[in-house]
Structure formats: C-alpha cells, structure tokens
C-alpha cells in the first residue's frame, strides 16, 4: 500500500511538472503573439509613411545643380564627406539601442 502511495505521488507530481511546462510554453506562444502582432502593425505604419515620400523628387535636385557648383563639390569631397557622416549617424544611432545606454546623448 505504502508503494503505491509513493508512485501516485511520484505520478502526481509528475503531471503538476508537465502542467507547468505547458503554462509556461502557452505563456511564450502569447508573448511571441503579442510581439508579432505589434511587428505587422509596425510594417503597416512604415509601409504608410512610405506614400508621404512619394512627391519628394531628390533626383531633380541633384540634376539641377550648375556644373560649376557640381564640379567643386566633387574638388572638396563633399560626396565622400556625405558618407562619412551618414555611416557615423547610423552607427551612433544603433549604439544608442544597445541596452543599458541612455537614448539622447
């Protein structure tokens, strides 16, 4: 009597373990859900703003610059220059994200 009391226990305590191991993968599945949900709607509103970008015509700004003017700003490196500070602004920017860091400085 006394062993089959040990294993119903043994058992029970067997299935509250699995009862946990599935609360807690049922509780991953909604945070995963959560987070998935908040990501579509985050494309939604990029693929939005998207459409306030559609009249800005850059090209036909670069194409009415004189010669002259295009001419120096390839002597003084602007084109590289440009680059640079463009790779510096976007490394800054995803070191500001890495955690523990304060977002402003």
């Given at each position: 009597?006394?062993?089959?009391?040990?294993?119903?226990?043994?058992?029970?305590?067997?299935?509250?373990?699995?009862?946990?191991?599935?609360?807690?993968?049922?509780?991953?599945?909604?945070?995963?859900?959560?987070?998935?949900?908040?990501?579509?709607?985050?494309?939604?509103?990029?693929?939005?703003?998207?459409?306030?970008?559609?009249?800005?015509?850059?090209?036909?700004?670069?194409?009415?610059?004189?010669?002259?003017?295009?001419y120096y700003?390839?002597?003084?490196?602007?084109?590289?220059?440009?680059?640079?500070?463009?790779?510096?602004?976007?490394?800054?920017?995803?070191?500001?994200?890495?955690?523990?860091?304060?977002?402003?400085?």
């Amino acid at each position: 009597m006394l062993e089959w009391l040990a294993k119903t226990w043994v058992d029970f305590q067997q299935f509250l373990y699995s009862i946990l191991l599935t609360l807690l993968d049922a509780l991953k599945d909604l945070f995963y859900f959560i987070f998935e949900i908040f990501m579509d709607l985050v494309v939604v509103i990029l693929e939005g703003m998207g459409a306030l970008f559609e009249g800005l015509d850059i090209s036909g700004y670069i194409n009415g610059i004189p010669p002259n003017v295009a001419y120096y700003m390839g002597a003084v490196g602007l084109g590289e220059a440009t680059g640079m500070i463009i790779t510096s602004l976007t490394i800054r920017f995803m070191l500001q994200l890495v955690p523990f860091t304060r977002l402003g400085s």
